[in-house]
């Protein structure tokens, strides 16, 4: 079974180093992690960013599989490229697993970043924007679809101090994905 290993793991100043970690731990448990940055991409070519979405897209089609890092990036939530992988996968009716290292509600997250406040029984953010707050731990398009199309969202019962490269909870979706395997 191929693995697509999505996450914004790809921006981390060592990221070659946790997708050699995330595909020796698919390895261990008789799968094939596909990381991103395997790719071969020029770049400083003018295209480079097309060859990205490309590479990662063809990576998508040949995994059976993807393990998508949902841990929030850049904000309250998850990756937003990586979001998009998750659906793509799903769409196509892939098996579909994924993991947060902050297991925190969506909008207690969105508390972190700005004001929130309760508006006729609804919460409202510092923009008058309402707050999605379903009691999950990201976007319930995110949670849904991981549930219809895999296993339920992975997350740690405390979360660890270094949330970028304790693998954890990334290991428990391997082996769940394992175990599929072996079901078939």
């Known amino acids: 079974m191929k693995i697509y290993l999505a996450g914004p793991d790809v921006f981390l100043p060592d990221a070659i180093e946790i997708g050699r970690r995330k ?19 020029d770049l400083t070519a003018p295209d480079a960013a097309r060859q990205i979405f490309c ?6 089609d040949e995994a059976d599989a993807i393990i998508a890092n949902l841990t929030p990036f850049r904000g309250a939530g998850a990756d937003p490229g990586t979001v998009y992988e998750l659906g793509y996968m799903a769409g196509r009716r892939k098996f579909c697993l994924a993991y947060s290292n902050d297991g925190a509600t969506y909008a207690d997250r969105v508390g972190r970043f700005m004001d929130v406040t ?6 409202v953010d510092a923009q008058g924007l309402i707050v999605e707050d379903f009691g999950l731990v990201d976007n319930l398009m995110m949670i849904h679809a991981l549930e219809l199309h ?3 969202l992975v997350t740690p019962a405390v979360m660890p101090i270094d949330v970028w490269h304790d693998l954890a909870a990334f290991e428990a979706c391997v082996r769940m994905a394992a175990a599929r395997l072996m079901a078939t």
């Open 150 to 152: 895999g296993c339920p």
């Open 118 to 123: 309760s508006e006729d029984g609804r919460l």
């Open 55 to 60: 590479g990662n897209e063809a990576m998508m």
């Open 23 to 41: 595909v020796a731990i698919c390895a261990a448990h008789g799968l094939t992690g596909l990381y991103p940055l395997d790719n071969a991409i």
